[in-house]
């Protein structure tokens, strides 16, 4: 088993940076055959949308077309976390950002991903 805990989140003027981290404790990811680690964003009463993933073992990342250039998602092998560093935020991307892991590897869709984290919120002020 594996938990995930995310912090980082917060109330920021639209422009501003963000960064947020999923610290994961029981099983090291590097333990599974084909780990990703993911980052989502919800808001209330709608799916949840991709954000960002990386392939714990080979550090090789994805991301939504709409973040890339302004997200990073990074990983700190030593400390079985990893960070998603948001820079020039915008007030639409206000949501819940949820940490999630994949045992068989990366997708875009939610239920591909076999742990979650309770998530951090969010906000932009314009």
């Known amino acids: 088993q594996v938990q995930l805990v995310e912090s980082g989140g917060g109330l920021v003027q639209a422009g501003a940076s963000l960064r947020l981290s999923c610290a994961a404790s029981?099983?090291?990811?590097?333990?599974?055959?084909?780990?990703?680690i993911a980052w989502f964003r919800q808001t209330p009463g709608k799916e949840r949308d991709f954000v960002a993933a990386i392939h714990w073992k080979s550090a090789q990342t994805y991301y939504a077309d709409s973040m890339q250039g302004r997200f990073t998602i990074s990983r700190d092998v030593a400390k079985n976390t990893v960070y998603l560093q948001m820079n020039n935020l915008k007030p639409e991307e206000k949501d819940g950002y949820y940490c999630?892991?994949?045992?068989?590897?990366?997708?875009?869709?939610?239920?591909?991903?076999?742990?979650w984290g309770q998530g951090t919120q969010v906000t932009v002020s314009s």
């Open positions: 029981g099983r090291t990811f590097g333990t599974f055959s084909n780990p990703d």
């Open positions: 999630a892991a994949s045992k068989y590897g990366a997708s875009v869709y939610a239920v591909a991903y076999d742990y």
